[in-house]
């Protein structure tokens, strides 16, 4: 029975690239590898189908005996994506958890991306035990964002899109990673922005505790200290592997 599995698989779907691993629920741990392919041009449902079989045919994990869950870059309700960030338009209004169940030949869980990070978060990581209002960020291509209140996900915040008063760029275009790179900030520069953000975030919904996730938590050293706002703010855990162990503990859901 699912409901009794200690092992499940979780797919990371992104803007960039598709990851895949074997987890172990009990720890929150990857049993295996970490398989990852790049995201197909344009990032079509078709195209980003074959990619993740082609991930799960690596682990050799296509059959129903392992739950699967599958993290997206979108607002997702009732296995419909809302959205499309950094994919085709196409998934917007697309019955998603259907297609990829009708494609794989199989049951699956489908969620947004950062609300299964928070979930890997408040799980085995670093909003783990937090009490009241947990808000996980994660910065990367975009900002996407879980909202964890006493441990209890509240889905699809999308905090990430924001507005800034009188400027076109909402709060991704402006802080996120991405910002950073394609503009070449310096580590303090970005600094100033994300500052602009998190104190907006905090003045919005005064949280116990921020979690910085995405690849570049790893460097959380570099930037961190160097915001000043009232609300503690900590690194996440798990990183780039959030997507793929949230992912993996939502498959039972």
Do not use: C
């Not at 607002?75 to 338009?89: F, H, P, Q």
């Not at 975030?201 to 009232?230: A, C, M, R, T, Y």
């Amino acid at each position: 029975m699912a409901s009794q599995a200690t092992r499940a698989v979780g797919v990371d779907i992104g803007g960039t690239g598709i990851k895949a691993g074997l987890v172990d629920l009990e720890h929150g741990r990857l049993l295996s590898d970490r398989i990852k392919v790049a995201t197909p041009a344009g990032a079509e449902p078709k195209d980003v189908l074959t990619a993740v079989t082609e991930v799960l045919q690596t682990l050799g994990v296509t059959g129903e005996a392992i739950p699967l869950g599958v993290a997206f870059p979108a607002i997702v309700k009732n296995g419909r994506t809302l959205s499309a960030a950094n994919v085709s338009d196409e998934w917007i209004g697309f019955e998603a958890e259907k297609f990829f169940e009708d494609g794989l030949g199989r049951d699956i869980h489908f969620a947004n991306d950062a609300d299964v990070a928070g979930i890997a978060e408040v799980r085995y990581g670093a909003a783990k035990g937090q009490a009241g209002l947990t808000i996980l960020t994660t910065l990367g291509t975009g900002i996407g964002s879980a909202l964890l209140y006493n441990g209890v996900l509240v889905p699809n915040s999308e905090l990430g899109h924001v507005q800034r008063a009188n400027h076109a760029r909402d709060a991704e275009a402006y802080a996120a990673y991405s910002a950073m790179e394609r503009e070449q900030l310096s580590w303090e520069q970005w600094a100033e922005r994300l500052q602009w953000y998190y104190s907006h975030i905090e003045f919005l919904f005064s949280p116990d505790l921020f979690v910085v996730g995405g690849g570049v938590s790893k460097h959380s050293d570099q930037f961190l200290h160097l915001l000043e706002i009232n609300t503690p703010i900590v690194p996440a855990v798990h990183r780039n592997n959030a997507g793929i162990i949230g992912a993996a503990a939502l498959s039972l859901s």
